[in-house]
């Protein structure tokens, strides 16, 4: 190939990668994350990245978000991949896989799902058109137990109380106080002030109320209880109590304010702030019916939601002839991780797994070099075999310009021991490969 | 939302996926290769799973392969996403990170890569058009060690060694020893030859006889050494003997000679019949320009390639200019896998992650249930607690149709101790939560 044409790639904007020493915090973080689903008994899942674009569509409101794919040489005739999009979350495919596999699943099913999903979005902060999302959902035949709305938001508090980012907070609400609410308050079209509230911490109260008065058509104290209502916050059932006194009666209202005061109830061990009720929070476009979730950044709530999720009815469902409800929680792990790196928040990590390299000091010696690694590895450590003869000082800067912290000298002759050098400090001392060990 | 529509979903041909029982193998399996790359050093690298298109049409050739993305609701003038495909192997998305992180990577750079990969291909038994692959690849600056080729195949002997799966070969040549020879010959398009002979197995003797003499212009004479070149096949350095004796000479022959004598002979400790070199491996259409690896099983060798890879000069240094050549070899794990799936020849491993059941005598004795698996996860022990209050022997059922080993029943009177029940066995005793241990 002689061909001399340079295109000097450029990255992808939307589409992150990591260098080695950011890669490797990442799949720190996706084994403490696995880990941590894995202590709940949630079991692994993973889907297809596509899925027909009926099964995408079939919750509505999202197409534009949606990728689809093409062959780049299909024939005009062959629509064979004409209906596949990539997903842009993972519920929707799950709610698909567990329809389709009903028979051989036992319920109530407890799944974990950690992959990429695509938005063809246009790229922002904390916007990405491929980022990694880490789900938890329980789907059961009929109706899922009120404790597993309470279990999720413990499972994220755990996972995320073990990596290294800033306070956050997970703020829970109930879709049924809010229609309830609003149902109670004589409104016919509870989801459009849902819609309207959402925009809350986008357009503030004034531009709430203007959309409620002129477009949804409340009158002027219909729309002040639910200002009222979107205001309430707080740490602990009192909040039920609060809501209680704004007045308004319906079953929906007094349903949910049950479900959202045994949801807090539950949680009420957690930490102070870490758990905290937000009547405005509504995941107004989402296919919630029940409990909702949505984690920000304390110190940058504008970021946006690192954390989301809620219960739905009739997701799964719609699939097949039965009730398959569940309740689910996604951490935004790409959203959260690129924002820590971008901000230099992330204590890169090791370059390369690369416990120990062993020394090459000439041709002859290789040999000897191969067995010993063999040695090492067979011991327990990742050993790199330095990949030439070279001299010595140059290996163990490669070493050290990698991050490997030991250096490993076969003898030189026979007869003299095994040495190793702690690239920390400075230290050679004899050692055997079968037997030492780097604590 | 009232909507009734059914459409239940039914499997996208040629995108696998897993029912827990399997995706738990297959996770296991994936840790494995994991464990294996690093325990030779190779660091862990994600690409996007997109590239420009121009990068991914760079080496040529593949071009009716690849998948490209549209935004379903994109407007007529927006062309941002337009120039995107999802990648269809590692090593080209590889070689363009290489480029352009170039100056923030320590070289040699040994970099493993565990992802899904498309193809646009009509699925057919062992060709999937979502799958996933495990590359190692080893790049450097101007030239690439030669004892990399024999590490590569070395790390993919431990790591297939250590999964359940049947007998296999990794089969190696050098594309040197081809054009060599060919060019020895007087052959004016060695790489037409290359080609030919890559349909060996597809088309037999009298085949490529054929093309070798009306389409390539051969003489019988050419044609006859080319034809018993491609049928030298042995498992040490003799086969580079027999070679010799073909008779033909030319520096190109002697550079790959040395070359497969080199690799034979630092792999010849690993078990008869594991690596075999074989003058009929060409990977006809691919961008190797020295040695070259095609694994297959050994009982179903028509199946297709399991592992393939080798050594390529041009495809980093094509996106800048620096000569940036480089040697991989990628495991086709979904390849493998499907296989022993679609036989029943995968073990089934565990429908969920959960060590430990606590049942749930009644609802009052909740609160104690929970903090039960509070104590059994933080000594380390996978827990779930049943989801509603029910008879004991529902719930054991329960675990025992998920697989979950152990029944745990937290004190149903004050006083008395924790019991837990062995499902294997039987047994039931008395066990402290803090303490007690599975084994």
Not at 35 to 58: C, I, K
Request: aromatic share 8%; glycine share 8%.
């Amino acid at each position: 190939m002689s061909e001399q044409r340079v295109t000097r790639p450029t990255p992808i904007s939307g589409f992150p990668e990591w260098l080695p020493e950011i890669r490797s915090v990442e799949q720190r973080w996706l084994d403490h994350i696995r880990a941590g689903f894995e202590r709940y008994g949630f079991a692994s899942v993973e889907t297809p990245s596509v899925e027909a674009l009926d099964v995408l569509m079939a919750k509505g409101e999202t197409s534009q978000e949606v990728y689809t794919l093409h062959r780049l040489q299909a024939d005009a005739d062959d629509d064979s991949d004409a209906r596949l999009g990539l997903h842009f979350d993972l519920t929707v495919p799950f709610a698909r896989y567990v329809a389709q596999h009903f028979n051989e699943l036992v319920f109530p099913f407890k799944r974990y799902q950690i992959q990429r999903v695509w938005r063809g979005e246009r790229p922002q902060e904390g916007r990405f058109r491929e980022f990694t999302q880490c789900d938890i959902d329980v789907i059961n035949v009929d109706q899922v137990p009120l404790h597993f709305d309470a279990e999720l938001p413990r499972v994220v508090h755990e996972v995320l109380s073990g990596l290294d980012i800033p306070a956050w907070t997970l703020n829970i609400n109930n879709r049924k106080v809010l229609q309830g609410c609003y149902e109670g308050l004589g409104i016919g079209d509870p989801v459009a002030v849902i819609r309207a509230v959402d925009k809350l911490h986008k357009i503030g109260d004034d531009g709430v109320r203007a959309i409620l008065l002129d477009q949804v058509g409340l009158s002027e104290e219909q729309a002040k209880v639910c200002l009222d209502l979107a205001h309430i916050r707080g740490t602990d059932t009192s909040v039920v109590d609060e809501i209680a006194r704004l007045g308004v009666h319906s079953e929906l209202l007094t349903e949910g304010l049950d479900e959202l005061g045994f949801v807090l109830d539950s949680l009420a061990d957690l930490p102070s702030g870490s758990v905290v009720a937000d009547l405005s929070v509504a995941r107004g476009l989402d296919y919630y019916t029940g409990t909702v979730y949505e984690a920000a950044f304390r110190d940058d709530p504008g970021y946006g939601s690192i954390c989301a999720g809620g219960r739905y009815e009739n997701l799964a469902g719609q699939f097949i002839r039965r009730s398959l409800p569940g309740v689910g929680i996604s951490i935004g792990l790409t959203r959260i991780f690129a924002k820590l790196v971008a901000e230099g928040r992330i204590a890169t990590g090791r370059q390369c797994p690369t416990d120990v390299l062993v020394v090459v000091p000439s041709g002859e010696r290789r040999g000897e070099a191969l067995r010993t690694a063999a040695r090492l590895r067979e011991a327990g450590h990742n050993t790199e075999v330095y990949h030439q003869a070279d001299k010595v000082g140059k290996q163990i800067r490669y070493a050290s310009r990698k991050g490997i912290p030991f250096v490993w000298f076969p003898p030189f002759e026979d007869g003299r021991p095994h040495e190793v050098k702690d690239l920390a400090s400075g230290e050679q001392t004899a050692a055997d490969p079968a037997t030492w060990s780097a604590r």
